[in-house]
């Protein structure tokens, strides 16, 4: 099929093999999820972490489709960030970076892995700690983690975007804890990670989205930051930023040599998907993308901040509007917590009552890449901050 006929035929749900290259990179992305959270330990590097879940979703995608006739691009489609205690997102250093974890850290991880350009995005709250996780950081994981479970239930066909919004804020407040601003959950397809379609995670008058519905055979990548602060991010330090995208519909003629020379290799090794700036030659990346940024060839993705002493957790998963309910395809099972707060509000416990799944087929079937992707039975795991998965 050529690209222009691929143009014309967007490739949805509807397709078998769309669903299978969403399951096999969730698969890919939930094993590199593991292996990073098994590799943070107190004093351990972060930027040798996020290499490794880097270069783990690497392997694994180019082990397949090796053989086929078209070359199917895949790889990573987020870098891995590790974010820690107040620092919100997009932590994911330079090789020179020397910052190392520390006990009782609560770590923020996010990554994503495409096949094909079908992509499968997930985060994870962990503390770094052993036993149970209580108060207000057992509050503010919970808070991300019941939120992540009510958006699951209410991200279906016939339901609008702002009913969700309302339902994330509501289960924020009941646990003490405020929604995140800035953050959105996006729509994903084919090489898009951040398409038109937005779920606002609190609505306020700086921040508009359009009204939508939800519709059969989407997918969206549902992300949820909750703080024990303000959930007002600052950005505190422009050098911090290393995860960028290249902006396919800006041109711009580049007046410095270094920076050509580093557009044109990012437009070569990352011409759709976020990258990080590790893997450029880091002298000659930092004052290339200086210009490319200035003039909006590159988006950036900055690193933010809450006030020190904040909590800050996030959960994030990819789902699949299937036509026999919603298939959740990326999580981690989250540690014991004991939250000072319990979910009383009716409305609440109402929304984690609902079913993901239609009733119609019986389960054991699919087994590949659904780990964690039922989450039904689980009103009480929910509402007292535990998660369903494996």
Not at 114 to 131: K, P, R, Y
Not at 310 to 329: C, E, Q, W
Request: net charge negative.
């Amino acid at each position: 099929m050529s690209d222009d006929e691929r143009e014309e035929k967007e490739l949805d749900l509807t397709t078998p093999e769309v669903v299978t290259k969403y399951k096999s990179a969730a698969e890919i992305v939930n094993k590199a999820l593991q292996l990073v959270v098994s590799e943070c330990k107190p004093k351990a590097k972060i930027v040798d972490i996020c290499e490794k879940g880097d270069t783990y979703i690497r392997e694994q995608t180019g082990n397949m489709y090796k053989n086929v006739k078209r070359k199917i691009e895949r790889g990573v489609a987020f870098p891995t960030c590790i974010s820690v205690n107040n620092t919100v997102c997009h932590f994911s250093p330079l090789a020179s970076d020397e910052t190392v974890l520390e006990e009782g850290d609560i770590l923020k991880i996010d990554m994503a892995c495409h096949i094909d350009g079908f992509i499968a995005a997930v985060a994870h709250t962990h503390v770094l700690q052993q036993g149970l996780v209580t108060g207000r950081a057992a509050d503010v994981i919970a808070a991300a983690n019941t939120a992540a479970e009510v958006a699951l239930r209410l991200v279906r066909p016939g339901r609008k975007n702002k009913d969700v919004t309302d339902a994330i804020q509501k289960v924020a407040a009941a646990y003490d804890c405020k929604i995140v601003e800035g953050v959105l959950s996006h729509q994903m397809k084919q090489f898009v990670i951040d398409g038109n379609k937005v779920v606002l995670s609190i609505s306020n008058p700086d921040t508009r989205v359009d009204d939508a519905e939800f519709e059969e055979n989407e997918v969206y990548a549902i992300d949820i930051v909750a703080s024990t602060g303000e959930g007002k991010p600052k950005l505190l330090d422009e050098k911090q930023t290393t995860i960028y995208k290249r902006a396919v519909d800006k041109s711009y003629h580049l007046k410095m040599k270094a920076s050509r020379f580093i557009y044109s290799e990012i437009s070569q090794n990352f011409p759709i998907m976020p990258f990080s700036a590790r893997a450029l030659e880091e002298k000659r990346a930092r004052l290339g993308l200086v210009e490319c940024v200035n003039h909006e060839l590159l988006q950036p993705y900055p690193v933010l901040h809450e006030k020190p002493g904040d909590y800050v957790a996030h959960i994030k998963f990819t789902v699949l509007l299937m036509p026999n309910g919603s298939d959740r395809i990326t999580s981690h099972a989250l540690q014991e917590l004991q939250p000072t707060k319990t979910i009383d509000d009716p409305e609440i416990k109402a929304w984690l009552a609902l079913a993901t799944k239609t009733k119609k087929k019986g389960g054991g079937k699919k087994k590949k890449g659904k780990k964690g992707a039922e989450a039904e039975p689980m009103e009480e795991e929910a509402t007292n901050g535990a998660t369903p998965q494996e």
